[in-house]
């Protein structure tokens, strides 16, 4: 039923499943209920309330049994000895006066049910609210029953014991309900199974919809869990749907059943086998008249506004005694009233006194109020000292970053020195281990020369013997066979010299071939590198002409050479108000270049402090940084910079020189500073032609003030050189700026364009004279493999004729055979003598090698040392600039230390002096509290300052203070009260009286605001009644009519009684129906179920289960009754139904999607499964 509210009093339900069709008929209101529910009473009294009615009702339902007048079917009257109604009960009922139009009421029931199937829809599955599976474990005589639900119409079906009963039994114990309401047991225990010690029962319910109990908790289902044991002990858990125990109180339980209104205790609601049987067969009228009233709520609603009634009979016995408080206090408020009038008489000499008295409490505040001026004072000094202090040490602190940033930069100095001591170091060793190394290789040599030498002496002695032997055996054979064979042997000697010859020639051309083709191999690498300087130099016209054409067009933005996010961090930071000083940069942005030919010298020589941005504290860098890893930005670095600027008056050279800072355009102080800090702009003078650089940093001293000198490099275009002097030792360093890198530094347009255009003039010369140079190449790598192909076709001649000497050779030999006396002794001399002169000439060629080889190893020996001492005196002299850089970190580090002592001595001083201030600022607040405190005291006694004469002091005023009120306390002793105690006293008893008055008048509202209420919610309560009694009636006879039967439902509210008179022979002419009694078992169960659907119809649970319906009916009356539920079902939205029958469910209505049959098995026929 919809919340209302009747004058402040709300009753609202914590289900949204009733609702209210109004029609207004000519008569009067019908207002159709589905639900009727009372949250009035506070919740732990309503539950006790309803549970000792429910319990007591269920008991004399129960305990009751119908008497000889029920077994004939009549019933006695009510009897004249009842005790007569009370007060509520006539309010109530109002002599019944609503239920005397009961022929109209039902003939618009009728007429609904008429038009009922035309305005209802379609059924529709509840979001929450429906049961969804229910399990028992060692309970009553299952090990484990489990059984899934539909969520809207079920038929359990099984043989006796299959568990059909225990389903419903479950499902009202473990929801709260008590075990005597099952009829199956008197307590918990009596429930677990025999032979096991506890039992289990678990009810899933459904969750979900925008009225879910506690979605943010339990989500799409709620579990109840219920626990009991044989020892009479039981708990409940209520678990998410995740099976997450969120509760384990009954009251949890409660609220989910009370929000849901399940109404498990509902003898109707939950109808079993035994309450079926008592409702129709076993009953009497007034049973089954309590039956009615508690299955509609009725009997609830009752309860609660009879405790409504109670309530206000309690109220309106309150307002006598109120009454009589309010003249109780009306005397005593005209005594106070006369005291006050008896005051007035010494009314001036009491405004001196209170004059007195606040002059009194205010000259307190003056004489602090002084004391804290001086207070004030000392504050005020104490924070110019600390002022003073802050200034020094801030003043201290650059000093000290002055110093740190000398440090850094000796630091930096000494690493770059250090960095060259492992290769200077190296370079010693290694020129050292060279010429140990060719030391002992020219000793060797000396060895191995002798030894050579020894070897070339014996070789040329012993050819002179073996030429020596040729000769006398040439004689020999010439005396013997004449000159032929002298002749032929010169012949042979003269073709293996040619042999010989060709041999070396054909050598010769061997090795000069690695030559030539190492010449074709270096044409082509020289020509590959042509084609890469023509493509860089390709590359550098089209980047120039790009930059030219983007000058001229005016294009891009100044943001262009930095990072892409650059822009938005720059939007970040003007939106951004957390900054102690908005940071400045990029730095570039605030540089203009006013002779912009030295711009990618400078752009290479600041380098990435260019992308840098300023800011003024340690806080403001931290927020940059934030911001910039936001944004992805690494290249761009954050310098912490003084806001006061540095003065260079004096440091710089003279005005005849360009320095960096003269050719600069800065529009920022800070941005200047730091260049000058981290690049010495200021010192750094420019001098375009590197032979006047020369002259100016190393002829003679350095010019004043100059660090450094940047120059063009006189070979290289686009590049520079650093030349500086430190400590007396020449130092020049290549510049090489990055061609394809966009300038930061802001340039006249038109300068540029025009320095540009040079340029581009120049790299074209330079890139036609690479053009002609590649052709030269070209020309002399062809030269070289014209070379490589001719002496490879003069190596195959050679060896040509090489094959023809050896012929040649073979034929004298042949020839030489044939002579008399020729034998083998003289070509063996003579071979070995080629053997010896071979030998020789190896010994010969090696001695010459080794000489030549001595000469050179000498050369090599004396340029090693030379080298040696070389690389000595550079180590000598990188440990003189080590040390002198050393000696620059140890004075800078000495400066900075002593800075450190400095700040220390005034951090020091200024802790003393703030802690004075905050001890000075803690007197002043004490004071000004005190101040503040006396004040709030003096307005205590009076809201406005008075004026306090001249020359008056509080002991003053409080010693004409004392005088006057001595004077006025001997009245008030007279009197018996001080004027403070009669002023108390009225205010005191008028407070009084105004209250007890106000809570007279505030009983009386509430009085009649419950009795309205009352009167109202009765009102309705007798339309809900009226309009359930009639649409009882209505559906009953409609029902009956399913089957052809007659008959009429007789309600009579008056005397508490209900009965039904049915005729099923509708060929019956009688008006009147039989009684109950007489009828057959199958028509008693079909009256049953008409009966119960007639009720349910005013019933507003989600839930309805009907246990055994069909136990007593024929075939006919069962499918008719079927069909009957399940129509009635179907018009139900929202609805769940558990019908239980041990018959099976046959015909049409089990291929319906919305009805679902549970078949359970019975447990011994299980148990034999099992095994």
């Known amino acids: 039923m919809p919340g209302r509210t009747i004058n402040g009093l709300a009753a609202e339900s914590s289900r949204k499943r009733g609702h209210r069709d109004d029609a207004q008929s000519q008569e009067d209101e019908v207002v159709e209920v589905q639900r009727a529910r009372s949250n009035l009473r506070t919740e732990p009294r309503k539950r006790v309330r309803l549970s000792d009615v429910d319990d007591a009702k269920g008991r004399s339902v129960r305990d009751s049994t119908p008497s000889d007048e029920d077994a004939s079917g009549q019933e006695l009257p009510a009897s004249p000895k009842s005790p007569p109604k009370t007060q509520y009960e006539l309010m109530r009922d109002n002599n019944f006066e609503h239920l005397r139009h009961e022929a109209a009421d039902d003939q618009r029931a009728t007429q609904r049910l008429r038009f009922r199937p035309s305005l209802l829809g379609e059924n529709a599955i509840a979001d929450n609210g429906i049961i969804e599976s229910v399990t028992c474990v060692n309970f009553m005589c299952h090990v484990r029953l489990h059984c899934e639900l539909g969520p809207l119409l079920?038929?359990?079906?099984?043989?006796?014991?299959?568990?059909?009963?225990?389903?419903?039994?479950?499902?009202?114990?473990?929801?709260?309900?008590?075990?005597?309401?099952?009829?199956?047991?008197?307590?918990?225990?009596?429930?677990?199974?025999?032979?096991?010690?506890?039992?289990?029962?678990?009810?899933?319910?459904?969750?979900?919809?925008?009225?879910?109990?506690?979605?943010?908790?339990?989500?799409?289902?709620?579990?109840?869990?219920?626990?009991?044991?044989?020892?009479?002990?039981?708990?409940?858990?209520?678990?998410?749907?995740?099976?997450?125990?969120?509760?384990?109180?009954?009251?949890?339980v409660d609220d989910l059943v009370e929000y849901y209104a399940l109404q498990v205790d509902n003898p109707l609601n939950i109808l079993s086998q035994d309450n079926a049987r008592q409702f129709l067969n076993a009953s009497t009228k007034s049973q089954k008249y309590?039956?009615?009233?508690?299955?509609?709520?009725?009997?609830?609603?009752?309860?609660?506004?009879?405790?409504i009634s109670e309530s206000l009979e309690q109220m309106v016995a309150k307002v006598p005694e109120q009454e009589e408080r309010v003249r109780h206090a009306k005397a005593e408020l005209?005594?106070?009233?006369?005291?006050?009038?008896?005051?007035?008489?010494?009314?001036?000499?009491?405004?001196?006194?209170?004059?007195?008295?606040w002059q009194l409490a205010w000259s307190q505040v003056v004489q602090e109020e002084q004391e804290l001026r001086r207070r004030e004072k000392d504050l005020a000094e104490a924070d110019i000292r600390v002022t003073e202090a802050q200034q020094e040490l801030e003043g201290k602190n650059q000093e000290l970053e002055l110093a740190e940033e000398k440090v850094e930069r000796a630091e930096q100095a000494l690493r770059v020195v250090k960095e060259e001591e492992a290769d200077i170091q190296t370079r010693v060793e290694n020129a050292g281990d060279i010429y140990k190394r060719l030391k002992n290789e020219i000793e060797q040599l000396h060895v191995e020369e002798r030894e050579a030498h020894q070897a070339l002496k014996a070789k040329t002695e012993a050819v002179k013997e073996v030429e020596r032997k040729i000769a006398e055996e040439e004689e020999r054979l010439e005396a013997a066979n004449g000159e032929a064979p002298t002749i032929k042997l010169r012949e042979l000697d003269a073709a293996n010299d040619k042999i010989n010859r060709l041999k070396t020639e054909i050598q010769e051309n061997k090795d000069s071939e690695p030559e030539l083709i190492a010449r074709v191999d270096d044409a082509k690498k020289a020509l590959e590198k042509s084609d890469d300087e023509i493509q860089r130099k390709r590359s550098e016209i089209n980047n120039v002409e790009s930059r030219i054409k983007g000058l001229g067009e005016n294009r891009g933005s100044v943001y262009d050479a930095y990072e892409p996010q650059i822009p938005n961090l720059l939007k970040r930071i003007a939106n951004d108000h957390s900054f102690e000083k908005k940071p400045i940069g990029p730095l570039g942005t605030h540089v203009q270049l006013l002779k912009p030919e030295w711009s990618a010298i400078l752009e290479k020589t600041f380098g990435i402090n260019l992308n840098a941005f300023i800011v003024t504290s340690k806080r403001d860098e931290k927020i940059l940084r934030g911001m910039m890893n936001q944004l992805n930005i690494r290249n761009s670095p954050v310098l912490i910079c003084s806001p006061h600027s540095l003065d260079i008056s004096g440091k710089e050279p003279d005005p005849e020189y360009d320095t960096i800072l003269r050719v600069l355009k800065i529009d920022n102080q800070m941005v200047r500073d730091q260049l000058i800090i981290n690049h010495a702009i200021e010192q750094v003078i420019l001098v375009p032609e590197r032979v006047r650089a020369q002259q100016v940093m190393f002829d003679g001293a350095p010019p004043r003030n100059v660090k450094a000198c940047l120059a063009f490099h006189d070979r290289k275009r686009g590049e520079g050189?650093?030349?500086?002097?430190?400590?007396?030792?020449?130092?020049?360093?290549?510049?090489?700026?990055?061609?394809?890198?966009?300038?930061?530094?802001?340039?006249?347009?038109?300068?540029?364009?025009?320095?540009?255009?040079?340029?581009?003039?120049?790299?074209?010369?330079?890139?036609?004279?690479?053009?002609?140079?590649?052709?030269?190449?070209?020309?002399?790598?062809?030269?070289?493999?014209?070379?490589?192909?001719?002496?490879?076709?003069?190596?195959?001649?050679?060896?040509?004729?090489?094959?023809?000497?050896?012929?040649?050779?073979?034929?004298?030999?042949?020839?030489?055979?044939?002579?008399?006396g020729v034998d083998g002794r003289l070509q063996g001399l003579k071979d070995h003598l080629e053997e010896l002169r071979a030998e020789l000439n190896h010994h010969g060629i090696q001695y010459g090698t080794l000489t030549a080889k001595k000469q050179d190893q000498n050369a090599a020996v004396e340029n090693a040392f030379k080298e040696f001492k070389k690389e000595k005196l550079q180590m000598k002299d990188f440990e003189q600039r080590l040390s002198k850089t050393e000696a620059k970190l140890k004075q800078a580090r000495d400066l900075r230390h002593l800075c450190l002592i400095e700040k220390n001595d005034i951090i020091s001083r200024l802790g003393e002096y703030t802690e004075q201030k905050q001890k000075a600022e803690a007197r002043r607040a004490r004071q000004a509290e005190g101040v503040k405190n006396m004040t709030k005291d003096a307005e205590v006694v009076h809201k406005e300052r008075v004026y306090i004469p001249e020359g008056e002091t509080h002991k003053s005023i409080e010693k004409q203070y004392n005088t006057l009120k001595a004077r006025l306390d001997k009245i008030d002793d007279k009197r018996g009260m001080t004027d403070a105690e009669v002023h108390n006293y009225f205010a005191e008893r008028k407070t009084i009286y105004n209250q007890v008055v106000e809570d007279l008048q505030s009983i009386t509202r509430v009085n009649d605001r419950l009795r309205h209420t009352l009167t109202l919610r009765l009102?309705?309560?007798?339309?809900?009644?009226?309009?359930?009694?009639?649409?009882?009636?209505?559906?009953?006879?409609?029902?009956?009519?399913?089957?052809?039967?007659?008959?009429?439902?007789?309600?009579?509210?008056?005397?508490?009684?209900?009965?039904?008179?049915?005729?099923?022979?509708?060929?019956?002419?009688?008006?009147?129906?039989?009684?109950?009694?007489?009828?057959?078992?199958?028509?008693k169960s079909f009256s049953s179920i008409c009966l119960l659907l007639a009720i349910w119809e005013a019933m507003g649970s989600p839930l309805r289960c009907l246990d055994e319906f069909d136990v007593f009916m024929d075939n006919v009356n069962r499918a008719i009754s079927t069909n009957m539920l399940i129509t009635a079902a179907r018009r139900s939205v929202n609805r769940q139904y558990i019908f239980i029958t041990p018959n099976a469910i046959e015909g049409r209505n089990t291929l319906d999607k919305d009805v679902k049959i549970i078949r359970l098995t019975d447990p011994r026929q299980r148990t034999l499964a099992d095994h």
């Not at 309590?290 to 405790?307: S, T, W």
């Open 334 to 357: 005209d005594k106070a009233q006369r005291l006050m009038s008896e005051l007035d008489g010494h009314r001036q000499v009491r405004n001196k006194l209170r004059m007195l008295r």
């Open 1019 to 1083: 009102e309705k309560w007798r339309k809900f009644q009226r309009y359930i009694s009639s649409q009882s009636r209505a559906n009953f006879i409609y029902l009956l009519s399913e089957r052809g039967f007659r008959g009429k439902l007789l309600l009579d509210h008056e005397r508490k009684s209900l009965d039904l008179q049915v005729e099923p022979d509708k060929t019956e002419k009688r008006a009147a129906g039989r009684s109950t009694k007489t009828l057959s078992g199958g028509e």
């Open 290 to 307: 309590k039956f009615f009233i508690e299955g509609v709520q009725l009997q609830q609603l009752d309860n609660d506004y009879r405790l």
């Open 154 to 252: 079920n038929f359990i079906v099984g043989e006796n014991g299959s568990g059909k009963s225990a389903i419903l039994t479950a499902i009202t114990l473990c929801l709260g309900g008590k075990a005597s309401s099952t009829n199956r047991g008197g307590s918990l225990k009596s429930f677990v199974k025999e032979g096991c010690d506890r039992a289990v029962l678990t009810v899933k319910i459904k969750n979900r919809g925008q009225d879910a109990f506690k979605p943010e908790i339990y989500g799409e289902s709620v579990i109840v869990e219920r626990h009991f044991s044989k020892t009479g002990s039981s708990g409940f858990k209520v678990k998410t749907a995740l099976g997450q125990i969120y509760s384990t109180k009954k009251q949890e």
């Open 721 to 820: 050189l650093r030349l500086a002097m430190n400590n007396g030792n020449i130092s020049t360093s290549p510049i090489q700026p990055n061609p394809n890198l966009k300038p930061r530094m802001k340039t006249d347009s038109d300068s540029q364009v025009a320095l540009l255009k040079a340029s581009l003039q120049q790299i074209v010369a330079e890139y036609q004279g690479l053009n002609a140079e590649k052709r030269r190449l070209q020309q002399e790598s062809q030269r070289c493999q014209t070379a490589v192909t001719q002496l490879l076709k003069d190596r195959k001649s050679l060896e040509k004729n090489l094959r023809e000497a050896h012929v040649e050779a073979d034929n004298i030999k042949e020839a030489l055979d044939e002579f008399e």
